[in-house]
């Protein structure tokens, strides 16, 4: 699905030589790599803060916390996503109600969120799944009428661009309240281990929120509020420092796949290509075909025959975890999510794609349909 090793081999010298640094400095923990890599981060996503933390779902968590959001709250996520963004409205004691997605997008569905507002409607957390950006506009328009904070999921879509009506853009990540992102090593911007980040332009909930990373303290050893421990180390700021300068190049061998991926499929009747929102670019984390009347097991069987690998993210939507069950929900309620995740199917997508690779595995996807 990925090929770390190859994208590796570029960049080789750049990175060798960051860890290095480090290890000969010994500063493994708030080395001065950390504040260079927030600061660089900051320029590229015209973010106000950058707070770095342990993973994406840390980020999630600790958005969360410095909302000061209160048991019982709810917090509308899509039902078609990755655990994390559930799974810390849950831990932390407010109530996730999950709302169905767009089709065409796989985006949380605009509508669906109007109709699942509530008078203890606290927060929206939109996923920008696969890397391109749910409809924001229309997302911070209904926060703003229900005074609802927005926290964006951004793990997927680090560098994609938001373009709202009157033609300003933004970056993913930088237009609700917060945004958090994550640097898993297969993400669009990825470590060589955990990492992550959040972003805010609201510079008391930054304060807020680099305390709460840090055991909730402002001052040393003097604890305001219970915190967590959550940073991104040395090692891991100097390999993301190294490779940030790439990401747009990365970014751009991602769509080059995917137009490859996009005029092959475009006329099979059994594959539906990737729906683009007009407002959003897509950085494609995945992409993800939709398999119309085929059967999705034989289609991966035939591609692993050919060493060709496929991934369903994800195959369960979260009304249907066994760890989420709520009596609100049963199956049947979200039609949209549930038909996706029997129907998804994620190709291999990375930067290091030749026309080689794609050439094989397009024409091996068009012999599994047949
Ligand atoms: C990867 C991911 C996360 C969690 O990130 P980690 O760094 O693995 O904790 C959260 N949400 C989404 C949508 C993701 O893809």
Known sequence: MVDLQTQYQHIKNEIDRGIQAVIDS???????????????????????????????????????????????????????????????????????????????????????????????TKAIVPVHLFGQCADMEAIMQIAKEHHLYVVEDACQAIGAQYTFKDGHTAQAGTMGHIGCTSFFPSKNLGCYGDGGAIFTNDDE???????????????????????????????????????LPHLNDYIANRQRAAAYYDRAFANNEHLLTP???????????QYTLRLINVDRDQ?????????????VYYPVPLHMQKAYQDPRYKQGDFPVAERLASCVLSLPMHTELDDEQLAYITSAVLAAVK
């Open 26 to 120: 010994t500063a493994f923990i708030k080395g001065p790599q950390v504040s260079e890599f927030q600061a660089h981060l900051e320029q590229y996503t015209g973010a106000q803060h950058v707070i770095n933390v342990g993973n994406g779902t840390d980020a999630l968590q600790i958005a969360l916390m410095g909302l000061g959001l209160q048991r019982g709250d709810e917090v509308i996520t899509p039902t078609f996503t990755f655990i994390a963004t559930a799974e810390v409205v849950a831990l932390l004691g407010l109530t996730p109600v999950v709302v169905d997605v767009d089709w065409n997008t796989m985006n949380i569905s605009v509508d669906a969120i109007r109709k699942a507002i509530t008078p203890k």
């Open 205 to 243: 909930l930054a304060e807020k929120m680099k305390a709460i990373a840090n055991h909730g303290c402002f001052v040393r050893y003097h604890h305001d509020f219970v915190g967590v421990n959550s940073r991104l180390d040395s090692i891991q700021a100097a390999i993301l420092d190294a490779k």
């Open 275 to 285: 729906g683009r929102d007009a407002q959003s670019t897509h950085v494609f984390h």
């Open 299 to 311: 289609v991966k069987a035939r591609l692993a025959e050919k060493d060709i690998p496929a991934m």
